[in-house]
């Protein structure tokens, strides 16, 4: 890879920005000086500097984050946090797309990769990956009700009959659902369709991916 392309790659700056800096001499590969930004360089095995910093490399990124309520999903918002606000470097530099968002008022595991076959396979329909949720309600409902065949609402207020899900029940308030399908708020408006209300709601797994102890806010490579 050329040198310049991974400093890009890496926002540092723009190809132009990281001529300049070569040529001021605030780059090194392998502790020399370069000059040329334009040069070949292997981004895994050589050590890079600029600005006296390393420069970490990381492809083939499958993070997972525990994700807190009042985040939202997005690279960017105007309005809020997003949970790329959460990541420290290297991860800042790093092209992460997220696979399975949540909803800002959702806590729970969200999967953040760099890899787009791997994000693809994630996010495909075909692909008929459960995601299991933790549901808590505002009264006492009997979660075998959603076992049912039913219609509700998807995002764009088309009738949308649901796959049938795995309940787990817990007690007369909470029980974990796993689906496949993930549409628009799918959860809330199914609990909805039976006159209740999802007060919490928070994934804890996403296909054989586990949320397990990781504490609320942190994030680790899987």
Known sequence: MRLDKL??????????EMKAVCKNKQVTVNDEVIKDSSINIDPVNDKITIFGEEVI???????????????????????HETVFDLLEEPYTRLKLNIAGRLDIDTEGLLLLTDNGDLLHDLISPNKNIYKTYLVRTDQKFNPD????EFE??????????????FIEKINDFEFYISIKEGKYHQVKRMVEHFRREVIYLKRV???????????IGKYREI
Request: no cysteine; hydrophobic share 30%.
């Open 145 to 148: 009700s959603l076992l049912k």
């Open 152 to 165: 509700i609402l998807d995002g764009k207020n088309n009738p949308y009959t649901p796959s049938k899900p």
């Open 205 to 215: 797994a996403y296909g054989d991916i586990s949320l397990g102890d990781l504490e």
């Open 7 to 16: 400093l890009v790659n890496m926002k540092y700056g723009s190809r132009k």
């Open 57 to 79: 490399y990381k492809e083939n990124i499958l993070l997972m984050l525990h994700k807190p309520q009042g985040y939202v999903s997005a690279n960017k918002d105007g309005l």
